[in-house]
C-alpha cells in the first residue's frame, strides 16, 4: 500500500523522465499537438482555428497629379510643305492690253525691242523666257504670277507713248549735233527720225535707208528744197512729201515701204512709212532746218 509520500515520490520521478524523453505537458484544456498520433495509429489533422477577421482598408486617395504620357516610339515622317503652284495670266494667242503692258515693261528692260502690239505671239513668248532664264524663273514663255510681279518689281508703269511708240524700235540716243535748233536727227543704227527742236523731240517715226550700192549719205546737211507732190525724174517713182538735203537725196513718203518694211531699201533717201506723221512733218519743216544722220 502506497502512502502519501511514496505517491508524490513516484509522480515527481514520472515527470523527470517525461522531461528527459522530449515529451510536452499540455494544459487540460489545449487541443492536440500538431502531427501527433493518436492510439491505433491513424493520424489525425488537427483542425486550425478560424482567423480573427480583418479590418478594410481604409480607400486611398486619388491622386491629382496628371497621368504620365506614354511615349510614342513610333516614326512619323514630316510633312512637306506645299508651295502654291504658280497662276498662268498670259500666254501664246492672247491679245489684250495686259499683254500690251507686257511688252512696254519688258521693253523698258531690254527684252523686247519692238514696238507693243498687244497680241502674244512668238517674239513676246521669246522675250518673256530670256527674262525669266535671268531671272531664276523656270523659262516656260508663258507669264504668270511669279514673272508677272518680278517684272512689276523691276519696272515702272508704262507711259502712252510707251503703249503705243510712235516707233518700231527705241529712238536712239540723239546725236550732239541734234541739240540744238530745228533738226531731223535720223539714226541708221535704230532707224529712226525725230524731229527736234531745242534739244526737245516733237516727233519720231520709222525709217527705210539706202541699199549697200545706193547708200544714203551721213553727215550734216540743210533742207534746200520742199515738194509736196515730187516725183523721181531718175526713177519715176512718187516721192511724196519730199524734203531735200542732199542732191538728190531726201526725206519723203514711200509706199513701197509702207507695203513691205524694211525687206526693200530705197535709191539714197530716207523713206518714211507713216503718211500721217510725214505729212505733218511737212507742214513744220522749213528750208535752211537741220539734217543729221549719223550711226
Known amino acids: 500500500m502506497l502512502t502519501k509520500s511514496g505517491l508524490c515520490r513516484g509522480l515527481a520521478t514520472a515527470a523527470v523522465l517525461a522531461v528527459s524523453v522530449g515529451c510536452t505537458v499540455q494544459p487540460a484544456n489545449s487541443g492536440p499537438v500538431a502531427d501527433a498520433k493518436p492510439a491505433g495509429g491513424a493520424r489525425v489533422t488537427p483542425t486550425p482555428e478560424p482567423a480573427e477577421p480583418s479590418e478594410p482598408a481604409e480607400p486611398s486617395e486619388p491622386s ?4 504620365r504620357p506614354i511615349a510614342d516610339t513610333r516614326t512619323t515622317p514630316a510633312p512637306t510643305p506645299s508651295a502654291a503652284k504658280p497662276k498662268t495670266l498670259m500666254a501664246s494667242g492672247a491679245e489684250s492690253e495686259q499683254v500690251r503692258e507686257l511688252q512696254a515693261r519688258l521693253r523698258q528692260i531690254g527684252h523686247f525691242d519692238r514696238s507693243p502690239t498687244g497680241y502674244y505671239g512668238s517674239v513676246t513668248v521669246t522675250a518673256v523666257s530670256s527674262f525669266q532664264g535671268k531671272r531664276g524663273l523656270p523659262r516656260t514663255g508663258a507669264t ?5 510681279q518680278k517684272l512689276l518689281g523691276m519696272t515702272r508703269k508704262p507711259t502712252r507713248d510707251e503703249l503705243r511708240p510712235p516707233t518700231t524700235k ?3 540716243k540723239p546725236d550732239p549735233r541734234c541739240m540744238t535748233g530745228r533738226v531731223l536727227c535720223i539714226s541708221k543704227n535704230s532707224r529712226t527720225l525725230s524731229w527736234m527742236i531745242d534739244g526737245t523731240v516733237k516727233s519720231s517715226m520709222d525709217v527705210r535707208f539706202g541699199s549697200q550700192y545706193t547708200p544714203t549719205r551721213e553727215g550734216t546737211f540743210e533742207v534746200y528744197w520742199k515738194s509736196r507732190h515730187h516725183v523721181s525724174t531718175l526713177y519715176d517713182t512718187p516721192m511724196p512729201y519730199a524734203m531735200f538735203f542732199s542732191g538728190g537725196q531726201a526725206v519723203h513718203y514711200s509706199a513701197d515701204f509702207a507695203a513691205r518694211g524694211y525687206s526693200g531699201a530705197s535709191h539714197g533717201c530716207v523713206n518714211v512709212r ?3 506723221k510725214i505729212a505733218s512733218l511737212f507742214g513744220q519743216v522749213r528750208n535752211g ?4 544722220i549719223y550711226w
Open 64 to 67: 491629382t497629379a496628371p497621368p
Open 144 to 148: 504668270d504670277t511669279d514673272t508677272w
Open 274 to 276: 507713216d503718211e500721217k
Open 289 to 292: 532746218d537741220k539734217v543729221v
Open 170 to 172: 527705241p529712238v536712239a
